[in-house]
């Protein structure tokens, strides 16, 4: 609105079909920071494999770090650390040749991981976030299980949807279209749709603590 042109940080990432391409399609500002200024001055890839996995941890747990000074947002860096070094390891960072049906199992696969690591993302502490994956997995009957996986598929599908909608659809372009008038009412509209939907629910910057 006032003329800023920013980088495009978040690039359709829940359509990500491995952990590779979802850090070069999720917050870029930050992956490209990390991978700048963290792993290619502590050696990159060019030292040889082990020296290449102990970058990708160092400097995934520093990422986790920088997100607050709390030892769940180090688990979720160290998480998706090991992942890349898996799949730097085993070569499954690629799936150009896949089959449609490989694609979209390695994307659900893919989505699934992620929200097992956002459980310590969000969790306040490390027993906390224990807790809850316990009593998601306490109840293991079959007809108690279903329900549960039949909602992450259908979160996963809908994610997905959206994300290939907006890839498809560009908003910017859409609204460049409008009169100006048009574009300030839509504007005034959405800071009073996020008024409404957060009033009375207090919520701190998350990166006050850092």
């Not at 006032?2 to 870029?28: A, Q, V």
């Not at 200024?37 to 996995?53: A, D, S």
């Not at 400097?59 to 770090?65: C, W, Y």
Request: net charge positive; with cysteine; hydrophobic share 55%.
């Amino acid at each position: 609105m006032i003329g800023f042109r920013l980088i495009r940080n978040f690039d359709t990432p829940y359509i990500s079909r491995s952990i590779t391409e979802f850090w070069r399609r999720w917050h870029i500002s930050l992956s490209t920071w990390l991978r700048d200024y963290l792993y290619i001055p502590l050696g990159g890839n060019r030292l040889g494999k082990r020296r290449e996995t102990l970058n990708i941890l160092v400097t995934m747990a520093l990422g986790g770090l920088w997100h607050g000074a709390n030892w769940t947002f180090v688990i979720w860096g160290a998480l998706h650390g090991i992942g890349l070094a898996v799949e730097r390891f085993v070569g499954f960072g690629s799936s150009e040749n896949s089959s449609i049906w490989g694609r979209a199992i390695r994307a659900l696969l893919l989505f699934q991981f992620v929200c097992f690591t956002w459980v310590f993302f969000r969790a306040d502490s490390i027993s906390a976030s224990l807790r809850f994956l316990a009593a998601f997995m306490h109840r293991s009957e079959i007809h108690q299980v279903l329900p549960v996986v039949g909602f992450l598929a259908f979160f996963a599908a809908l994610a997905a949807l959206i994300d290939i909608v907006s890839e498809w659809f560009m908003v910017e372009f859409a609204v460049a279209l409008l009169h100006p008038a048009f574009q300030i009412a839509f504007a005034l509209a959405g800071l009073l749709l996020v008024t409404a939907m957060s009033a009375g629910v207090p919520s701190p910057f998350i990166y006050f603590q850092f």
